[in-house]
C-alpha cells in the first residue's frame, strides 16, 4: 500500500481486478516496461549497472533500504551519517575519488 496509495491498493484489493503493465507502471509498482524479446538484455544491463558500483556502496544502500521499510525512515536517517563516515575510510572510497581526478572508470574492490 505504501508503493500504490491507499486508494489504488484498496481498488484492486477489494474488487479483485487484474491490471496490466501500464497500470503497474502508473502505480509505481514497475520502474519500467520491457517487450518481453528485449527483457533479458535489459535486466543483463541493469545488473551490469549495477555491478560497476562499489560493492561497499551497493550493500550500504540495500541496508538502508530494508531499515528504512522495517524500522522507519528515521531509523535509517540516523543511521545514514556513521555509514556515510565508515565507508568515506574505504580503498573503495579513495579508489572512486581517484577515479574522478583521473577521469577513468573505477575499480572497486569491495574494501
Known amino acids: 500500500m505504501q508503493t500504490t496509495g491507499w486508494g489504488n491498493a484498496m481498488r484492486y484489493l477489494l ?15 514497475v520502474q ?21 558500483q562499489s560493492p561497499l556502496g551497493v550493500y550500504a544502500t540495500l541496508q538502508s533500504a530494508r ?11 540516523a543511521r545514514l551519517i556513521p555509514e556515510i563516515q565508515r565507508l568515506s575510510q574505504t580503498r573503495d572510497a579513495e579508489e572512486g575519488f581517484m577515479s ?3 577521469r577513468r572508470p573505477p575499480l572497486f574492490e569491495g574494501r
Do not use: Q, S
Open 32 to 52: 519500467e516496461i520491457v517487450a518481453p524479446v528485449f527483457l533479458l538484455g535489459r535486466a543483463v544491463a541493469l545488473a551490469e549497472r549495477i555491478a560497476e
Open 67 to 77: 531499515t528504512a521499510v522495517r524500522e522507519g525512515e528515521r531509523a535509517a536517517a
Open 100 to 102: 574522478i581526478l583521473e
Open 15 to 29: 474488487t479483485g481486478d487484474e491490471f496490466g503493465a501500464d497500470e503497474a507502471y502508473r502505480l509505481g509498482i
